[in-house]
């Protein structure tokens, strides 16, 4: 089976602009969660879907948010990019609740 | 609250030497432990799940609900061991996928 892919893998943008990351899970999987890893913090989780439904959620702003479609594709979007914002945004995967398969990541740098 | 501690952010040993990466964890309920690890340039991926109580690439970690630690052992380190390890905890009671992860030990095993 094909890992779970992330898209852009790289990515630069400014302060007050938004972006949106997506996340491509195991063929068959239907949870997709996220988190945010830098060097201070290590790895955050921000929140997971479930069958198109958000099952979880971190303790981050609201100008993070998610989704997930019919295909368990999943996008998240930061809207008023912060400098502190900076950071490898992973998302893993996996059937239900069982073992997470992690993809390669989007780093996105906020200037 | 919910937490994981790795005490050590770097751990450097010879080849051959024996190998300890310590976790804590602080968690009410009866957590499930995990440890991933990140090769240089690689993804993060499951090293050992405690529920599973294998060894893999010769790496053992027992659960001991009463010290509330889930410490990685090896008793012979190799080069090409050396990594980023993550100690991370998964509520147990929770229908999620959600991982609550330490701030991680780089494992660093000199020839």
């Known amino acids: 089976k094909a890992g779970v892919t992330q898209t852009p893998r790289y990515l630069i943008k400014t302060r007050g602009q938004q972006v949106t990351l997506s996340c491509s899970p195991i063929?068959?999987?239907?949870?997709v969660s996220w988190y945010q890893q830098t060097p201070g913090q290590g790895l955050q989780f921000l929140f997971e879907?479930?069958?198109?439904?958000?099952?979880n959620k971190g303790n981050f702003p609201g100008r993070f948010s998610g989704r997930q479609f019919s295909n368990s594709r999943s996008e998240m979007n930061v809207s008023t990019l912060e400098l502190g914002d900076s950071a490898l945004y992973l998302c893993?995967?996996?059937?239900?609740?069982?073992?997470?398969?992690f993809g390669p990541g989007t780093r996105l740098l906020v200037l | 609250a919910q937490r994981v501690t790795q005490p050590e952010k770097l751990l450097s040993v010879f080849k051959g030497a024996p190998v300890e990466l310590k976790c804590n964890y602080s968690y009410s309920g009866s957590p499930e432990l995990f440890w991933y690890v990140q090769y240089s340039r690689q993804r993060l991926q499951l090293l050992l799940r405690?529920?599973s109580r294998e060894s893999i690439k010769g790496f053992t970690a027992d659960l001991n609900k009463g010290e509330t630690s889930f410490h990685l052992k090896k008793p012979f380190a190799q080069e090409e061991d050396s990594a980023m390890y993550y100690c991370a905890l998964k509520p147990g009671s929770s229908n999620t996928g959600k991982l609550i992860f330490g701030q991680g030990t780089t494992l660093q095993v000199k020839p």
């Open positions: 063929s068959g999987h239907r949870s």
């Open positions: 893993a995967s996996s059937f239900s609740t069982e073992t997470q398969y």
């Open positions: 879907y479930f069958s198109e439904t958000q099952r």
């Open positions: 405690h529920i």
